[in-house]
Each structure stands twice: as structure tokens, then as C-alpha cells.
Nanobody, 122 residues
Framework: QVQLVESGGGLVQAGGSLRLSCAAS????????MGWFRQVPGKEREFVAR??????STYYTDSVKGRFTISRDNAKMFLQMNNLKPEDTAVYYC?????????????????WGQGTQVTVSS
């Protein structure tokens, strides 16, 4: 069983930066595709970014391209968020699935963290 734990959320002013981390307990997730999603109350969970098992391929939703960077090592995944905007405010979740392929649909992921709140003030 893979357990994921996010950290690094918080309150920041527009234009600021945050770095989210996702740590896996129980095992290495070197053979897992990993993703970041976010959700605001009353809306569906939204894809933000994903990275393949070996870090060779990354993909971002259009609204964060050029501002967010996803990365990973064998123990953790990261989301560097720069030039944050109020519309980035959400609970951010990390997710994982044991696969050499890649997915943007949250229903394709098997493991989820508990979420970390990111609030961007204007």
C-alpha cells in the first residue's frame, strides 16, 4: 500500500512562490507515474501536472505552463509554483499509479494524498 503525504502549502501573495512536496511512505515509487491535481469547493478535481516514472516526460495544464514545474526523485515529487495567481487557490493533491504510461484523468490514479491548501491573496 502506497501512502502519499503532501506538504508545502500555505498563504502567499499574488506573484509569490511556493514549493509543494509529495512523499511516499511504505515503498519507493520509482515505477509510478505521478501527478498533481487541485480542487476548489463545488468543482471537480482538476489536472495540474504529471511526470512519468523516470522523469522523462512532463505535461501541464495550459493555465500553469511557464509558471509551475514538476519534478521528482525516487523518494519525492515536487511542484515548484512561481508567479502565483489568486485563481491558483485550491487544495492540491498528489497522486500515483504504478505504470510506465502517463495519465491526466484523476480516475486513472490509484493512490492519493490528503491534500494541502494553497491560498493566493490578491
Amino acid at each position: 500500500q502506497v501512502q502519499l503525504v503532501e506538504s508545502g502549502g500555505g498563504l502567499v501573495q499574488a506573484g509569490g512562490s511556493l514549493r509543494l512536496s509529495c512523499a511516499a511512505s511504505g515503498r519507493s515509487f520509482s515505477n509510478y507515474v505521478m501527478g498533481w491535481f487541485r480542487q476548489v469547493p463545488g468543482k471537480e478535481r482538476e489536472f495540474v501536472a504529471r511526470i512519468t516514472w523516470n522523469g522523462g516526460s512532463t505535461y501541464y495544464t495550459d493555465s500553469v505552463k511557464g509558471r509551475f514545474t514538476i519534478s521528482r526523485d525516487n523518494a519525492k515529487m515536487f511542484l515548484q509554483m512561481n508567479n502565483l495567481k489568486p485563481e491558483d487557490t485550491a487544495v492540491y493533491y498528489c497522486a500515483a499509479r504504478r505504470s510506465i504510461y502517463y495519465y491526466e484523468n484523476p480516475e486513472e490514479y490509484d493512490y492519493w494524498g490528503q491534500g494541502t491548501q494553497v491560498t493566493v491573496s490578491s
